[in-house]
């Protein structure tokens, strides 16, 4: 059983700066993906970046430039680093998880999904 927990949300005035965490927790001995997605009020969940264990990294158009991506392989977390926020970028920011190996070796190709972090951008 793989668990997710964010935390760093918050309310935070436009062009400023949140850094989100998410660590995983359970028999984990690597995950091949890990990411955050966001769910603003009406709008389905999309995708604002992913990176790979070994480094690779994907991004939307929306927030290339103003938001980094980074983990921390030896504890299982990902962080996101988001700067020039605007108020298009409120939303619940939810982190996931795919490709777990746990510490016997085990693969499991199923997704896994944090409870979610506000991040509400107002003057």
């Known amino acids: 059983q793989v668990q997710l927990v964010e935390s760093g949300g918050g309310l935070v005035q436009p062009g400023g700066s949140l850094k989100l965490s998410c660590a995983a927790s359970?028999?984990?001995?690597?995950?091949?993906?890990m990411g955050w997605y966001r769910q603003a009020p009406g709008k389905q969940r999309e995708l604002v970046t992913t990176?790979?264990?070994?480094?690779?990294?994907n991004y939307a158009d929306s927030v290339k430039g103003r938001f980094t991506i980074s983990r921390d392989n030896a504890k299982n977390t990902v962080y996101l680093q988001m700067n020039s926020l605007k108020p298009e970028d409120t939303a619940v920011y939810y982190c996931?998880?795919?490709?777990?190996?746990?510490?016997?070796?085990?693969?499991?190709?199923?997704?896994?999904w944090g409870q979610g972090t506000q991040v509400t951008v107002s003057s």
């Open positions: 996931r998880a795919h490709g777990v190996i746990d510490r016997l070796g085990h693969y499991y190709g199923m997704e896994y």
């Open positions: 359970g028999s984990i001995r690597s995950i091949n993906t």
């Open positions: 990176v790979t264990v070994g480094g690779n990294t």
